[in-house]
C-alpha cells in the first residue's frame, strides 16, 4: 500500500513489525531550515502547514505535500529570539512569541506579509497559544512570560484581558478545550479551567524532582504529561478520583558501555500527543524520540539517536507526520554550540501501527 513519503510501513518485515526499534531511514528533511537554533515547531489544524519558531528571530511557515517534500511560504521577524509559534483554530492565523517580550501575529487569510504586535510583557514571553473565547467562533490568544505572568489577549484591542499572576517564570504552557496547564520555576504546576481563566483551579508542585522541561494535555483534557530535565516523565490527570492513574517512569537515559553503577539523564525536551490515538512521544537531548502508551504504560517504539539534541517536536492534524527539529537546546551552555551542531527539521512518515496502543489498552 503506498502511503506517505513513499511505500507503507506495513511492508517492513514481520521482524520489524515485532520490535520496539523504530525506522528513521524514510524520514525526510525540511528545506531551507532557520539559521539558528529552533525552538518550537507548530502544525496548522487545517492544511500540511508547518510553523517554526528560531533563534534566528524568525516564524517560517512552510508546505509539506505527500511526498514530505516542503517549500517555504511565508516567515514574519520578532527583534530577538523566538521562543515559541502556535496556529489558530481556522488555521489562518500564526502567532510567535519571544525574547523581545512580544508576540506577533501573521493573518495569512489576509494575505499580509507583515506581522503586527499583539502582545507585550515585562520579560520575555516563553509560550503563546490560542484559547477559545466566550463568544461564538472567537478565539483569544493566551501569552506565558518570565515575568511570572499569564495574559489573556482579545486580538482587536492592544491591552490584555486579563491577567494571572504565577509563582515564578513561565517555563511551558499547554491548552486542550477547558484545560490550560502551566509549568513554572521551582516545579510549580499550575491547572486552569478556562471556564475561570483568572482563576487557579489547582496548584502542586511537579512530583518530578527536578525542574520542568515541558507539559503536554491529553487529547481529551483529562491530564497532562510532564517531563523534566532529568530524564523523566510524569502522568498527571486533573480529577483527583483519577489520582491512583498517576505515575512516572524514567526516559532518555543511558548507561555508558562497562560502567554499572553510572547512568547519564537527559532533558526531556518535547511531549507531543498523537490526535488519533492518545499516544504520545517523547524527545531529549539525548537526540532520541519514543513512543508510549500511557494507558499500558508500554513503550510502544525508541528510536536511533539522530545525530544531535531535540529541542521540540509536533505531529500534524491526523497524526500521520511527526516532526522533530535536530537543533541544540543549549543544555551544555553557549561553549557547545558549535558551527557543526545540526539545525534542520526532519519529518518522520507515521506507519499505521507505530502509535497505535496496544490491544489490551482501554481507549479513553
Known amino acids: 500500500m503506498s502511503t506517505l513519503f513513499g511505500s507503507s510501513s506495513n511492508t517492513t518485515s514481520a521482524t520489524a513489525a515485532n520490535n520496539t526499534i523504530g525506522d528513521i531511514s524514510k524520514d525526510v528533511a525540511l528545506n531551507s531550515p532557520p539559521e539558528d537554533s529552533i ?11 508547518l510553523a517554526v519558531a528560531s533563534w534566528d528571530k524568525k516564524v517560517r511557515i512552510y508546505e509539506i505535500n505527500s511526498a514530505g517534500q516542503s517549500e517555504g511560504k511565508a516567515l514574519f521577524e520578532h527583534e530577538a529570539p523566538v521562543l515559541s509559534c502556535c496556529w489558530s483554530k481556522d488555521g489562518q492565523k500564526v502567532v510567535g512569541g519571544g525574547a523581545d517580550k512580544a508576540a506577533r501575529m501573521l493573518d495569512l487569510g489576509s494575505g499580509s506579509t507583515t506581522a503586527q504586535q499583539v502582545a507585550a510583557h515585562d520579560q520575555p514571553i516563553r509560550c503563546v497559544r490560542f484559547i477559545e473565547a466566550p463568544g461564538p467562533g472567537q478565539q483569544m490568544l493566551v501569552t506565558g512570560s518570565w515575568d511570572k505572568t499569564v495574559k489573556y489577549w482579545d486580538l482587536r484591542q492592544s491591552t490584555a484581558v486579563a491577567t494571572l499572576p504565577c509563582q515564578e517564570r513561565v517555563y511551558t504552557l499547554d491548552v486542550k478545550d477547558k484545560l490550560m496547564v502551566i509549568g513554572t520555576a521551582d516545579r510549580y504546576i499550575n491547572i486552569i479551567n478556562l471556564a475561570e481563566p483568572t482563576k487557579i483551579y489547582k496548584t502542586f508542585q511537579s512530583p518530578l524532582k527536578w525542574q520542568t522541561r515541558v507539559v503536554s494535555c491529553f487529547p481529551d483534557a483529562s491530564g497532562f504529561a510532564i517531563g523534566s530535565i532529568e530524564g523523566r516523565c510524569a502522568i498527571q490527570h486533573v480529577d483527583e478520583k483519577d489520582a491512583s492513574s498517576n505515575f512516572s517512569f524514567k526516559c532518555h537515559r543511558e548507561q555508558p558501555p562497562n560502567q554499572r553503577d553510572v547512568s547519564n ?3 526531556v525536551n518535547a511531549i507531543s500527543y498523537h490526535p488519533v490515538h492518545g499516544t504520545f512521544s517523547t524527545a531529549g537531548s539525548d537526540g532520541t524520540f519514543h513512543y508510549w502508551d500511557g494507558q499500558a504504560k508500554h513503550r510502544l517504539k525508541g ?3 539522530v545525530g544531535g539534541t531535540i529541542s521540540s517536536t509536533a505531529f500534524n492534524r491526523n497524526g500521520s507526520i511527526f516532526a522533530y527539529a535536530v537543533s541544540y537546546d543549549w543544555s551544555k551552555g553557549y561553549a557547545f554550540n558549535t558551527t557543526q551542531t545540526p539545525n534542520k527539521v526532519m519529518l518522520h512518515p507515521v506507519g499505521a501501527d507505530e502509535c497505535k496502543p496496544r490491544p489490551s489498552a482501554k481507549k479513553r
Request: charge should be negative; proline fraction near 12%.
Open 303 to 305: 528510536y536511533p539517536s
Open 265 to 267: 539523564v537527559y532533558s
Open 39 to 49: 525552538s518550537d515547531l507548530s502544525f496548522s489544524p487545517q492544511s500540511e502547514h
